[in-house]
């Protein structure tokens, strides 16, 4: 991260990394239990959660839809520093 952070000029922590994530991810109306479970969240409290099975082939897909749009963002733009927009669009 250090390296990324030094010749990037860009300072960032892993908690802005889990930010970015997850904020993305809510745009591309992934569910609020995929997202939790996505960052490793716990569902203690919620009762519902308690009935969901959440295998690692169910996250795959909005994994990918974070990953598509991720790319997406990044096409044709090697060595520079995307700024995300809000509302899906690079």
């Known amino acids: 991260m ?3 952070i ?3 000029g860009v300072t960032f922590t892993i908690h802005d990394l889990r930010r970015t994530f ?3 991810a809510e745009s591309l109306d ?3 239990y995929a997202l939790k479970r996505l960052l490793n969240h716990k569902m203690n409290n ?3 959660s308690g009935y969901l099975i959440m295998d ?3 996250l795959r897909k909005p994994m990918q839809q974070v990953t598509d749009y991720l790319l997406k963002c990044i096409k ?4 520079t520093v995307i700024f995300l927009k809000e ?3 690079c």
Do not use: F, P, Q, Y
């Open 2 to 4: 250090l390296n990324v």
């Open 6 to 8: 030094k010749s990037s």
């Open 22 to 24: 997850i904020t993305l």
């Open 30 to 32: 992934i569910s609020a």
């Open 46 to 48: 919620d009762v519902t």
């Open 56 to 58: 690692v082939e169910r």
């Open 76 to 79: 044709g733009s090697e060595g």
């Open 87 to 89: 509302g899906n669009a």
